[in-house]
């Protein structure tokens, strides 16, 4: 169909010739060529439209994400404010530009939790942190390549992680356990059915942690196998990174005699403190289970006895009060339902319930022990705070490295996440709200950028969000 002459007769830039498109009169740039000994026309592209019989130029959007002037301030600054350390750390083993990414990836998901990579680059873009660190490639595309090539480099993972496991303090308590991980992966090798995977449908990775007491922050982490036993996982960890002048407790789910024979030899300057199982030989041998003192813990009164060994160790038994109610319970409310009363067995139970027992190479008194003991549940609250509050609980890259590279950028927002909570709880903000939810109202902070004077102000929409920022010296 020919294009309508009142169409044509619009003023449009010269060399330019009108096309159909759809219900769109587009104006295209033309220029010519000699070829063959003749001129030949050839169009350079479309600059324009006409548009209710006028031409409008065709202009690049100004719309963009990364030119915002309102950009979300007060999580990111958060988790800036308390890791910038961090950073510096990472440029001790990385180049700037590989530093820079990790670090970006890292605060983001600090920031909004367990988010995909898709969505990685928006958050970035739009939160004040790309004007702190500009110019940051976080595409969908970049940040698969990039996995990929920081999982195949896994030398520098080992050694920021052991620059960190250096710094800790000397005396200091170190936790190290386990959790198990959900992971979409159908192609990584970490991917397998644990026993807990099987009963729920989906296959997990298993990640070692371990967690330092004092800072009530991780100092390092490695991802297994789901189905790797925490045995097994426990012992690669302590040949892998060194541990020095510090004190390692975990459960008795990871402790072998292969693991505690090597802390005990190869590691002479490190101590230990793990439970060992109630039906350990050694207790009755050593009539563990005729205390010889009490003390209060919390409301609770505690029976204990200290033994020495040959080996320069101790055993610790514990029979807490309270626990044993809830046991003895618990055991006969079983007993009850099922109809199945056996006093012998009864008696056999009375001496287990509540009891719990440890070896260490460390000589300290009973409640020194006991209140040890009791910190140790800082990292079940840890796993807590990082699959529940923080979401990064689910895997969704494919491949080995990129799975390996993807928990080491979690470790450090794990790190920058621990020292939030921390400072929330030293500020006292979590007397009155939740993590979520102080994450929620810094969500409200923003710092828009005044067009005259091309500086960024702070802004917001509550009066309790300011308060908050207040009280974080943001």
Known sequence: MPIPKEILAVERPKNTRVKKNGNRYDVIKRTSVWKNGKSVPVELGKIGEIINF??????TSRLNFALCDIKQFGRTETAYKLSKDIFQDLCKVYNPSDAKIIYAIAIIRAAYGNITNREINRKYQCSFFSEQFPGIGLSSSNISRFLEKLGYNYRYIKQFIQNRIDTVSPGSTIVIDGMLKNCSSKSSDFTKWSWKARTKGVQNISVLYAFDLNKKEPIASKVFQGNTLDT????????????????????????????????????????????????????????????????NSDEDIILCKKAKLDQGEFLYSFKSTNDYNQERRAYLDKVNREQSFNNELLQEKENLFGTITFISNEDLSLKQIYDLYKTRWEIEEFFNFYKNIV????VR?????????????????????????????????????????????????NKYLDGTTKKWH??????YTDNIVDILDL
């Open 54 to 59: 006028e031409y409008v130029e065709t202009k």
């Open 232 to 295: 097994m996982a426990f012992n690669r960890f302590i040949d892998e990174f060194s541990l020095n002048n510090c004190l390692i407790m975990g459960d008795k789910g990871i402790l072998s005699k292969e693991s505690l024979d090597k802390l005990n030899t190869q590691k002479k300057n490190v101590k230990n403190l793990f439970p060992i199982k109630r039906n350990d030989k050694r207790i009755k041998a050593l009539e563990l289970s005729k205390y010889e003192m009490t003390f």
């Open 391 to 394: 979401e990064l609980d689910f």
């Open 397 to 445: 890259v494919q491949q080995n490295t990129s799975v390996i590279a993807t928990e080491f950028i979690n470790l450090i927002s794990s790190i920058i996440t621990s020292r939030m909570k921390k400072e929330f709880e030293e500020k006292g903000l979590t007397e009155r709200f939740s993590f979520n939810q102080i994450m929620e109202r810094l969500s409200s902070a």
């Open 458 to 463: 702070y802004t917001s929409e509550k009066k």
